[in-house]
T-cell receptor
Framework: LAKTTQPISMDSYEGQEVNITCSHN???????ITWYQQFPSQGPRFIIQ???TKVTNEVASLFIPADRKSSTLSLPRVSLSDTAVYYC??????????????FGKGTKLSVIP | DVKVTQSSRYLVKRTGEKVFLECVQD?????MFWYRQDPGLGLRLIYF???????EKGDIPEGYSVSREKKERFSLILESASTNQTSMYLC????????????????FGPGTRLTVL
């Protein structure tokens, strides 16, 4: 099964760009990479999804190298409200052919005034 | 607007009780999931379902069962609750072809914080 690895925590000052990297060495050929954001006492919320190269939306950018064994979530000019846990998610197929999703353990981002 | 609802935000049960956690989605999604979330462990998949009456074990199915009699509803059952099942339980749903790969967006409910005494 694919496993993901992320830093446990990161600190950043307001206004800085933050990059969070996720490793997923066994990602399957057809799988996408998705990042979620979670605030305390809430369910995770979708941020961005990509397959390869670069994806950008109004919230973040996602960089995926050619080998797809890692991905980097980039948050431009973070504010205090970006303090949250960020999860990296990749799809995976088990040997039995069923479908299972694997979350990383999450990166707790703390934005400092 | 996409909506996933869970029957309770907070629940307190006693050891040995049978516990039902209900999840309902109004988006006609094929796939539904139950996770538990614990400090330092992130989200761990308990069970998922890619169609009515279909279910698959996730990473930590022991001590749990599920039921999906209707497309919009996915129930998590603790047959005999134990203190190590005290956790935050999150339900999610996603569209997409049943049983195929890819990582389409999952929509999460608000969570149920279960305490087993």
């Amino acid at each position: 099964l694919a496993k993901t690895t992320q830093p446990i925590s990161m600190d950043s000052y307001e206004g800085q760009e933050v990059n969070i990297t996720c490793s997923h060495n066994n990602i399957a050929t057809n799988d996408y990479i998705t990042w979620y954001q979670q605030f305390p006492s809430q369910g995770p919320r979708f941020i961005i999804q990509g397959y390869k190269t670069k994806v950008t939306n109004e919230v973040a950018s996602l960089f995926i190298p050619a080998d797809r064994k890692s991905s980097t979530l980039s948050l431009p000019r973070v504010s205090l409200s970006d303090t949250a846990v960020y999860y990296c998610l990749v799809g995976d197929k088990t040997g039995a052919g069923s479908y299972q999703l694997t979350f990383g353990k999450g990166t707790k981002l703390s934005v400092i005034p | 607007d996409v909506k996933v609802t869970q029957s309770s935000r907070y629940l307190v049960k006693r050891t040995g009780e049978k516990v039902f956690l209900e999840c309902v989605q109004d988006m006609d999604h094929e796939n539904m999931f139950w996770y538990r979330q614990d400090p330092g462990l992130g989200l761990r998949l308990i069970y998922f379902s890619y169609d009515v009456k279909m279910k698959e074990k996730g990473d930590i199915p022991e001590g749990y069962s599920v039921s999906r009699e209707k497309k919009e509803r996915f129930s998590l059952i603790l047959e005999s609750a134990s203190t190590n099942q005290t956790s935050m339980y999150l339900c999610a749903s996603k569209p997409g072809l049943a049983g195929f790969g890819g990582t389409d967006t999952q929509y999460f409910g608000p969570g149920t914080r279960l305490t087993v005494l």
